[in-house]
């Protein structure tokens, strides 16, 4: 809380300077919101088989930001984001033995709510008197502050003789816990950059599409050792208003 407070200090008094050294150019305020396609990347042995069975966590995201005026078309972009992110699983296995065959399907799905603090500079390409491409590029700073991890696994078995067939399923819904130590299942804090593409009209409508790069091992700093570096990758579409 701390770490997220200071952020938001420091946006605070960079905004103030960027407004109060802008004048004549435009300063606006806004909220987009969206969905989210989020996977966990990763990086080391076996990375091959963790990301071709990764599927992408649908989640949401939000967004209040200011546009502050720098330059002609140019602006710097504050903001503070509640994410969506995670990663989820699916996976099917059978076996024949005898005159028995059992199958097993199981998902797994790994859910974070995050608070980010992004910083993007955005250039502005105006397209006449409808409005103008915003091409956008900046870190944030992100703080992980909740999550569950939810499975279900169901087996079926087959007797192919007797032509009976038995059906079994359990579930699990286990709450996560950040931090540095062995126990906890993510690190709480991750840094990454933000890609934005979008498209502002003169009435201030926008819609826009945005990639989320993780920088930050997510794996808690005392469980590194021998174990793959994993990272963030969403993918985030968007529509909005500023003013």
């Known amino acids: ?73 140019f602006f710097i972009q504050p903001g503070i984001s509640l994410q969506n992110k995670g990663v989820k699983f699916d996976g099917t296995s059978a076996a024949t033995i005898g005159n028995t065959t059992t199958t097993t399907t199981s998902s797994i799905k790994r859910s974070v709510m995050a608070i980010e603090v992004p910083i993007n500079a955005v250039f502005n390409i105006p397209t006449g008197d409808a409005g103008a491409v915003q091409i956008s590029a900046g870190p944030y700073v992100g703080f992980n502050i909740s999550g569950k991890d939810k499975g279900s696994t169901t087996t079926t078995t087959v007797n192919n003789t007797a032509n009976t067939t038995a059906t079994a399923t359990s579930s699990a819904d286990n709450d996560l816990s950040f931090g540095s130590a062995q126990d906890k299942a993510q690190g709480s804090t991750e840094f990454g950059a933000n890609f934005g593409l979008a498209y502002r009209t003169t009435s201030g409508f926008l819609v826009g599409a945005n990639y989320g790069l993780g920088l930050t091992d997510l794996t808690p700093k005392d469980n590194r050792a021998n174990a793959n570096k994993l990272t963030n990758r969403v993918l985030g579409f968007t529509v909005g208003y500023s003013f």
């Open 1 to 73: 809380m701390k770490k997220l407070l200071l952020s938001a200090s420091v946006i605070l008094l960079a905004t103030g300077a960027f407004a109060q050294s802008t004048t004549g150019t435009t300063s606006r305020f806004g909220l987009k919101a969206g969905v989210n396609l989020a996977k966990i990347h990763s990086s080391g042995n076996n990375e091959a088989i963790y990301n071709d069975n990764a599927k992408s966590n649908v989640g949401f995201n939000v967004t209040a930001f200011g546009d502050f005026g720098v330059a002609n078309n």
